[in-house]
């Protein structure tokens, strides 16, 4: 007799067609009502709906823009490849927009489009931070600054497309205008996601900022973002770059200069 966790495991794979049907049939309790069979069926719906529902809401722009037929065969290919793992839904879509760049590769601008809606909705989800203010950064010692390796604040993605997306997403919120018209071949975006006062912002960033705030992310040194910035523009700013993201609050406060 297998034990519960094995059972439920059998069951759950049975849902997702992973293994065949009549491997679970048996541990169905017979009833009255419908049969074994039919009651999987209903228990496998429910799953895909429920989940299908679950990514709509976080992919609401790529529902309008492929339609709710393709929208419903790409949820449950996804869901599929990648089974909710826990009872928390806020990381549960994560892997679409790169699912999306295979099934999709003829319209290389959807995954671009699922990889802002996934940025949007980590950011309205991430906890709060305590920002760098501008007088703590200027504080600091001037040969020190350099050194620096500054994060950005929890509520914060980066993101870049070859393509429109970002007036593609705002085309797609509320009533749509008849009148609107758009071309992919208009150009690219680079985009900083940053929650203020609760509210979501896009702020629009040059290819060289992107970079420099890009490399900050990752690690590197204020010295070594920057360098790297000026690979991508020559007129790369550091001390603009610097008020300007001060003042915006992109910056999570170095632990030494918490009140």
């Known amino acids: 007799m297998l034990a519960l966790r094995e059972t439920q495991q059998l069951f759950f794979a049975a849902l997702l067609d992973r293994v065949h049907s009549a491997a679970v049939l048996p541990l169905l309790r017979q009833g009255r009502g419908p049969g074994a069979a039919q009651r999987l069926q209903i228990y496998r719906n429910n799953l895909f709906e429920g989940l299908g529902d679950a990514l709509r809401a976080v992919y609401p722009v ?8 393709f929208f419903r065969q790409l949820a449950r290919r996804f869901i599929a490849a990648h089974p909710l793992r826990s009872a928390q839904l806020q990381g549960f879509g994560r892997e679409l927009p790169a699912l999306l760049s295979t099934v999709a590769a003829d319209w290389p601008y959807l995954a671009d489009v699922a990889a802002l ?3 949007w909705h980590e950011v309205y989800h991430e906890a709060d931070g305590v920002p760098l203010r501008p007088e703590h950064l ?19 993605r980066l993101v870049a497309s070859r393509y429109p997306v970002l007036r593609i997403w705002q085309a797609h919120q509320g009533v749509a205008d008849p009148h609107f018209a758009l071309s992919l071949d208009e150009g690219g975006v680079h985009l900083l996601l940053l929650r203020r006062a609760l509210e979501i912002e896009f702020v629009l960033l040059s290819e060289a900022e992107h970079g420099w705030l890009s490399a900050l992310a990752a690690g590197r040194t204020l010295a070594e973002a920057t360098l790297g910035a000026f690979d991508h523009g020559a007129d790369f700013d550091l001390a603009a770059a610097l008020g300007r993201h001060s003042s915006l609050g992109s910056f999570a406060a170095l632990a030494e200069a918490v009140p």
């Open 62 to 69: 790529l529902a309008q823009l492929v339609g709710d037929d």
């Open 117 to 119: 809606e996934w940025a």
């Open 138 to 156: 200027a504080r600091l010692p001037a040969g020190r600054q350099l050194d620096l390796r500054l994060a950005l604040v929890p509520a914060a």
